[in-house]
């Protein structure tokens, strides 16, 4: 099966992708984590305002298959998550790497991206 690993972002290895514009990183699930989990019912997220910490839990996601927890790619603030994800977690499912995007963090230094995996790397991962 062939999955959807857009170039332009970094990946982790629990699957979740950064990508950075001017220090703000958005972040997600990949095409292929969110195919593994099934159908999301349910995605917990930081408030605004809150740090996280590269590598260490953020929230969860909750599929009609299992819960999982989320790691952060980058050190930071929540500056934005998207809220349409409460009503309608399916998003996650449809377009992981549109609409379906969980939070945005202000990175305390995007070097950090560095750390994680390029779209190559990510996919020889999952192969």
Known sequence: MSFDIPEDRRYQES???AAETDGVVRVG??????????????????????DVTQDEEFGVIESIKAVSDLYAPVSGEVVSINEDLFDAPELVNEEPFGDGWMLEIEADDTDELEN????????DQIA
């Open 15 to 17: 699957h979740e992708w």
């Open 29 to 50: 699930i990949s095409d292929f984590a969110q195919d593994e989990l099934g159908d999301v019912v349910f995605v917990e997220l930081p408030d605004e305002g809150d």
């Open 116 to 123: 994680l995996l390029s779209a190559d790397e990510y996919e």
